[in-house]
């Protein structure tokens, strides 16, 4: 049996690891949601071609990779907006839309932002790690399905301390998905309401996304409005997210199943 948990804010990360620290995360497989924006952002940047991505909660930690691996590319934002830090503009800022093939293909991106980042890193010692987003979610699905895994922990990034409207949508969409298999599935009660609330919106995604905070200081935004729908988009990406260690470096992201654009 496939065991479902979700966890609907950010906070709920650390709880967990605190409670279970004995064992931490090593026998659980963990899927990170920041649909808007950051796993999207990732899960494109890797479909166009970028070799890895290391996220990095803090822009000094990001500076720190800069200067000992002048060829890397920065990217990430603040509060939605490109970063300005230790006298540079990064080179890109936290909208998929940036992350295009010319720019990215055969590069490595070192990514900080405001809670995704931080949601990869808080789970880097569990058994497996997988960005997830829309844009995957079908290649997610049938990776953790076909692996037989047996402990699932969907964490929504949220926005600041706060649940995210659009992560626990995904982690829903996620959920249906991996109930409608052959494996027999148990979902929490938070992840049945991730279920509950997406069947619920499913049927016109965007327009109950756009109700979100997130979504709508983006719409707010002429430059970065496109990005809701973009975000939203299901399954045009056929690859999984899978954070792993590099040696010296840390934690990256990196694509199996689809050869790069």
Request: aromatic share 6%; hydrophobic share 40%.
């Given at each position: 049996?496939?065991?479902?948990?979700?966890?609907?804010?950010?906070v709920?990360?650390?709880?967990?690891?605190?409670?279970?620290?004995?064992?931490?995360?090593?026998e659980t497989?963990?899927?990170?949601?920041?649909v808007?924006?950051?796993?999207?952002?990732?899960?494109?940047?890797?479909?166009?071609?970028?070799?890895?991505?290391?996220?990095?909660?803090a822009?000094?930690?990001?500076?720190?990779?800069?200067?000992?691996?002048?060829?890397v590319?920065?990217?990430?934002?603040?509060?939605?907006?490109?970063?300005h830090?230790?006298?540079?503009?990064?080179?890109?800022?936290?909208s998929?839309?940036?992350?295009?093939?010319?720019?990215?293909?055969?590069k490595t991106?070192?990514?900080?932002?405001?809670?995704?980042?931080?949601?990869?890193?808080?789970?880097?010692?569990?058994?497996?790690?997988?960005?997830?987003?829309?844009?995957?979610?079908?290649?997610?699905?049938?990776?953790?399905?076909?692996?037989?895994?047996?402990?699932?922990?969907?964490?929504?990034?949220?926005?600041?301390?706060?649940?995210?409207?659009?992560?626990?949508?995904?982690?829903?969409?996620?959920?249906?998905?991996?109930?409608?298999?052959?494996?027999?599935?148990?979902?929490?009660?938070?992840?049945?309401i991730?279920?509950?609330?997406?069947?619920?919106?499913?049927?016109?995604?965007?327009?109950t996304?756009?109700?979100?905070?997130?979504?709508?200081?983006?719409?707010?935004?002429?430059?970065?409005?496109?990005?809701?729908?973009?975000?939203?988009?299901r399954?045009?990406?056929?690859?999984?997210?899978?954070?792993?260690n590099?040696?010296?470096?840390?934690?990256?992201?990196?694509?199996?199943?689809?050869?790069?654009?």
């Amino acid at each position: 049996m496939m065991k479902i948990e979700v966890i609907l804010k950010p906070v709920e990360l650390h709880e967990i690891r605190t409670l279970n620290l004995s064992a931490g995360l090593r026998e659980t497989v963990c899927v990170v949601f920041d649909v808007l924006r950051a796993t999207s952002t990732f899960v494109t940047a890797l479909h166009n071609g970028a070799k890895e991505i290391f996220p990095n909660p803090a822009e000094s930690l990001a500076e720190h990779h800069k200067e000992n691996r002048p060829e890397v590319l920065l990217g990430g934002e603040r509060n939605g907006v490109k970063i300005h830090a230790f006298g540079r503009d990064y080179d890109f800022g936290n909208s998929p839309r940036e992350y295009a093939p010319e720019k990215v293909k055969g590069k490595t991106i070192v990514s900080t932002t405001t809670n995704g980042t931080g949601a990869l890193l808080g789970c880097s010692n569990a058994k497996v790690v997988l960005a997830g987003s829309f844009l995957n979610l079908r290649a997610t699905a049938k990776y953790l399905s076909e692996n037989n895994f047996k402990n699932i922990l969907l964490i929504c990034a949220g926005t600041g301390k706060n649940a995210a409207l659009e992560d626990a949508l995904a982690a829903g969409a996620l959920c249906e998905m991996l109930s409608d298999g052959k494996t027999e599935v148990a979902l929490s009660d938070a992840a049945q309401i991730a279920l509950a609330a997406y069947q619920y919106a499913k049927g016109d995604l965007y327009a109950t996304v756009c109700k979100s905070e997130n979504a709508k200081r983006l719409l707010a935004n002429p430059d970065l409005r496109e990005d809701v729908l973009f975000c939203l988009q299901r399954d045009v990406f056929d690859l999984v997210a899978v954070l792993k260690n590099v040696p010296s470096w840390g934690p990256a992201l990196s694509a199996r199943g689809e050869a790069p654009a």
